[in-house]
C-alpha cells in the first residue's frame, strides 16, 4: 500500500530544481504590483509615501536579518541607516562639479558600501559578546555615533543636516529624478532587488546556522560553527542593507539629517519589525508598509501619535507577538480547507467593540492633551468633528463607557472569535 | 608486551582534573581509548561522567591535565575546533533547535563537515549531499514522518532520537554518547542499541549508560567512575567479576 505510506510521510524535499515560475514566479508579481502601484494610488502624496515605505521595507527587513533570524536584539541599527545616507548624500555632493558620470540609481551602492564597512568595524566589537551584553554595547554604539554627530559638525551638518540634489547628477535614458515618480522607480527596484537578496540569503546554509544560532547558540559550537562569526557576519550583512535603505532615503528626502541615527530611529525600526511579526520573512515588510503609513496618518490628526503608537507596540508584543504576520499565517489553514467563512463574522464580531473601545480610549487621551499641554487653546476641543468642552464632566463619562464597555464586548468576542477558530481548525482533521 | 597495531589511540586523558571552586570534581583521569573501541563510562549518578565529557568536547575547559584526539592536544579548545576534527557529542538533556524542523536540525548539523561552512551564496535545498544525508539519518533514527514538525513539539523520546541523529549527521569519527537513552522505553532503547551498534562501526564511541544490559550487550570496555576518579577499566566481563567495582557501584546499583 504506498498510497498508505505516502499519507503518514508529508512529501520530503525533492532538492530538485523548481519551474521558472515556482522559482521567481513571486518576484515577478511582486514586480508588477510594484510597477502597478502609482497608477492605483497616483496622488503625489501617495507616491512619496511609497516611497519612504520602500525605503522602510529594506530597513526593517535588514533588521530582522539580527532579531528574527539570528535572534540578536540591537538598539543601534539606525547607525547603518544614517551613515549609508550621509555617506550617500557626501558621494552626491562630491560628484557634482567634477562631471564624473555616476548615474543617480547607482549611489545607493555607496549606502550599502558604508553600512558594510560599519558593520564589519563596529560588529567586531559588538557581536564579541551575545545576549544582554551585545544588546547593551549596541545601544552603546548608537550613543556614540549620535554624539559624534554633534562633535563632528562639519560632515553631519549639526541640525540642518547635510542637503543635496538628486537631479545633479548625469542623466541616463533622460530620466532628471526630478519627479517623484521617477525616484519611487528608482527605489521600489532597489527594493526588490535587496529583498529578493535577503530572502536569498535567508536559503543558504548561512541563513539556517543563523536560525540555529537564534534557537540555541551553545550547540551550534557542537556542530562546527563558531557562534561569534554567524553572529559577526549577520551584522556586516544587516548593515550592508540597513545602508543602502539610508542611501535611498537620502536620495528620496535630499537631505539627512543626525536625527535619522538616533536612538528614537533605531528603536522606531525595532517598532516596524515587531509589529509586522520577526518569525516570518513578510512581516517586516508588512510591518514597514503599515507603522509607515499609521505614521503619516495619525501625525495629522494628533500631535500624541508616538503615544498611540507605544499603545499599539504594547498591545501586540502582549497578544500577537508574532506580529501582524503571525495572524495572517493563522488564517492560513483555515484558507486552504476553506473553512475561513466559519470564523470570518467573529472577527468583524470582534472589531466592532474594539474600535469602540479605541475611540473611548483616544478621546480620554486627546482631552488629556488639550487639558494639560495645549492650555492655551482652552476647553473647547473636537473628537471626529464634533466639538465639545473639555472641562465639563460628559464627554469623559462617555470616553470611560465607550472604553469599558468596548473592552469588556471585545475581550467576549474574542473569546468566541478564539473557540471559532478552534473548531474550524478541528474540523479540516475529521475525516 | 605486544606491541599495539595502532599505537596512537583515538582518545587519550591524561591527568586530566576539574574543579569548580574548591571542589575536584574530575580528579586525576588517565585513559586510553583505541581507534575503533565501544567503549562505556558508568558510576554513580554525580560521579562526573558528563563533566568529563564536557572536558573532552571542550565545553569546560581543564583545570590541569590533557586530552589528546588521534596524538594532537585538543586540551582547552572551543567546541567548534574539536567538532571540526571530527568528534561529535549528544548531551545528556536534550539539546536540540526548538524552532527549527526536524529535517533542518539535522541538515544544519551535516553542513560543516560536508564544506559548506558560512557559505551565503548557495541554496541550501540545492545541496543534494545534505539533501541525502539528512533524509538517511532520519530514516535511521525513524524520525522521516516527522521531517517537517519542529522539533519543540515531538515526544521526549523523539527528541532523545533526534538528538542522536544530531550527533551523527556530521560522519565524525569519534563518537561521544551522554545516556542516549535515558527515559526511553524498552522498544525504543533496543532500536537505539542496534543504531548506536550500527553508527559506531568503524568508528570511536564513548557512550554513557546507566542500564547494564545495554552497556555489557555493547560495549568492548568499560571504565567505572566514582567520584572523578577511574576506579576500573576493562572488559565487560573482567569488570563484572571486578570486587572492588561491585563494592563501588555495581553493588550498590544491581543487587
Ligand atoms: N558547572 C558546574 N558548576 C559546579 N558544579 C558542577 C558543575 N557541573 C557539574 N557540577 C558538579 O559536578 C558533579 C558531577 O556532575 P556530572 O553532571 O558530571 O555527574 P554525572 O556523573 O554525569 O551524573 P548523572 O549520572 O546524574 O548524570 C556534581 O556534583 C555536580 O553538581
Ligand atoms: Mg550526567
Avoid at chain 1, 60 to 71: H, P
Avoid at chain 1, 351 to 359: D, F, M, Q, R, S
Avoid at chain 2, 36 to 41: M, N, Q, T
Wanted: hydrophobic share 50%; proline share 5%; net charge neutral.
Amino acid at each position: 500500500m504506498s498510497q498508505k505510506t505516502d499519507m503518514k510521510i508529508p512529501a520530503l524535499p525533492s532538492g530538485a530544481r523548481e519551474s521558472f515560475l515556482a522559482r521567481f514566479g513571486i518576484w515577478i508579481v511582486a514586480a508588477i504590483v510594484l510597477a502597478g502601484l502609482p497608477y492605483v494610488f497616483s496622488s503625489g502624496l501617495s507616491v512619496s509615501t511609497m516611497c519612504m515605505m520602500g525605503t522602510m521595507i529594506i530597513f526593517a527587513l535588514s533588521y530582522n536579518m539580527l532579531l528574527g533570524q539570528t535572534g540578536l536584539l540591537s538598539f543601534g541599527h539606525a547607525v547603518f541607516f544614517g551613515l549609508g545616507g550621509f555617506l550617500t548624500a557626501w558621494a552626491m555632493n562630491a560628484v557634482v562639479g567634477t562631471a564624473s558620470p555616476v548615474p543617480l540609481f547607482l549611489f545607493p551602492i555607496m549606502g550599502g558600501f558604508t553600512g558594510l564597512v560599519f558593520g564589519i568595524i563596529l560588529g567586531a566589537v559588538s557581536t564579541k559578546r551575545s545576549g544582554t551584553a551585545f544588546a547593551m554595547i549596541t545601544l552603546g554604539i548608537a550613543e556614540l555615533v549620535s554624539s559624534s554627530a554633534l562633535i563632528l559638525r562639519h560632515f553631519f551638518g549639526g541640525e540642518e543636516g547635510i542637503t543635496l540634489d538628486r537631479t545633479d547628477m548625469v542623466q541616463v535614458f533622460g530620466l532628471s529624478f526630478g519627479p517623484q515618480i521617477q525616484v519611487y522607480y528608482l527605489i521600489a527596484v532597489w527594493c526588490l532587488i535587496s529583498v529578493a537578496a535577503m530572502y536569498a540569503i535567508t536559503c543558504t546554509p548561512f541563513g539556517r546556522i543563523c536560525n540555529a544560532v537564534r534557537d540555541n547558540p551553545e550547540r551550534v559550537r557542537f556542530i562546527g560553527y563558531n557562534t561569534q562569526t554567524v553572529r559577526f557576519m549577520a551584522f556586516s550583512l544587516s548593515g550592508l542593507f540597513a545602508g543602502i535603505g539610508g542611501g535611498l532615503a537620502a536620495i528620496n528626502f535630499e537631505i539627512m539629517n543626525s536625527a535619522q541615527m538616533g536612538v528614537g530611529e533605531s528603536g522606531a525600526v525595532i517598532l516596524m519589525t515587531y509589529i509586522g511579526g520577526i518569525g516570518n520573512f513578510a512581516g517586516p515588510i508588512i510591518g514597514a508598509v503599515v507603522v509607515t503609513y499609521l505614521q503619516l496618518m495619525l501625525s495629522d490628526v494628533t500631535d500624541v501619535w508616538q503615544l498611540y503608537f507605544g499603545l499599539l507596540f504594547i498591545g501586540m508584543v502582549m497578544y500577537a507577538p508574532r506580529g501582524l504576520a503571525g495572524l495572517l499565517a493563522l488564517q492560513q489553514p483555515l484558507l486552504q480547507t476553506r473553512q475561513f467563512h466559519r470564523v470570518a463574522p467573529y472577527y468583524v464580531l470582534a472589531l466592532l467593540p474594539g474600535l469602540v473601545a479605541i475611540t473611548g480610549l483616544s478621546m480620554v487621551i486627546e482631552m488629556t492633551y488639550q487639558l494639560a499641554v495645549k492650555t492655551a487653546a482652552g476647553p473647547a476641543m473636537a473628537f471626529f468633528y464634533v466639538p465639545f468642552n473639555a472641562n465639563s464632566p460628559l464627554p469623559w463619562i462617555i470616553a470611560v463607557i465607550l472604553f469599558a464597555v468596548g473592552t469588556w464586548l471585545f475581550l467576549r468576542a474574542a473569546r468566541l472569535a478564539g473557540d471559532a477558530y478552534s473548531e474550524a481548525l478541528a474540523w479540516r482533521k475529521l475525516p | 608486551m605486544t606491541q599495539p597495531k595502532n599505537p596512537v589511540p583515538a582518545l587519550r586523558l591524561s591527568g586530566l582534573e576539574k574543579s569548580f571552586g574548591p571542589m575536584k570534581i574530575i580528579r586525576g583521569i588517565d585513559l586510553d581509548i583505541p581507534a575503533g573501541e565501544r567503549h562505556a563510562v558508568i558510576g554513580p549518578n554525580g560521579a562526573g561522567k558528563s563533566t568529563l565529557f564536557h572536558l573532552i568536547s571542550g565545553h569546560y575547559q581543564p583545570s590541569g591535565g590533557s586530552v589528546r584526539l588521534h596524538g594532537d592536544d585538543i586540551t582547552g579548545m572551543p567546541p567548534q575546533l574539536i567538532a571540526r576534527r571530527g568528534l561529535s557529542r549528544s548531551f545528556q538533556v536534550t539539546n536540540l533547535f526548538p524552532q527549527l524542523t526536524v529535517w533542518e536540525n539535522v541538515r544544519c548539523a551535516t553542513l560543516w563537515a560536508l564544506g559548506y561552512k558560512y557559505s551565503f551564496w548557495r541554496n541550501v535545498e540545492r545541496l543534494a549531499d545534505a539533501r541525502q544525508r539528512t533524509e538517511e539519518i532520519l530514516r535511521e533514527i525513524n524520525l522521516i514522518e516527522r521531517w517537517n514538525m519542529p522539533a519543540g513539539v515531538l515526544a521526549y523520546a523523539e527528541q532523545r532520537a533526534l538528538e542522536i541523529g544530531l550527533a551523527i549527521a556530521s560522519n565524525a569519527n569519534t563518537l561521544l554518547l551522554d545516556e542516549p537513552m535515558a527515559g526511553m522505553s524498552h522498544g525504543e532503547t533496543e532500536h537505539m542499541v542496534e543504531l548506536i551498534r550500527k553508527v559506531s562501526e568503524n568508528r570511536t564511541l564513548l557512550m554513557i549508560e546507566h542500564d547494564m544490559g545495554v552497556v555489557f550487550d555493547l560495549a568492548d570496555r568499560i571504565s567505572v567512575l566514582v567520584y572523578g576518579e577511574v576506579i576500573a577499566s576493562d572488559t565487560p566481563e573482567r569488570i563484572k567479576a571486578n570486587a572492588s567495582v561491585q563494592q563501588a557501584y555495581l553493588g550498590t546499583e544491581v543487587a
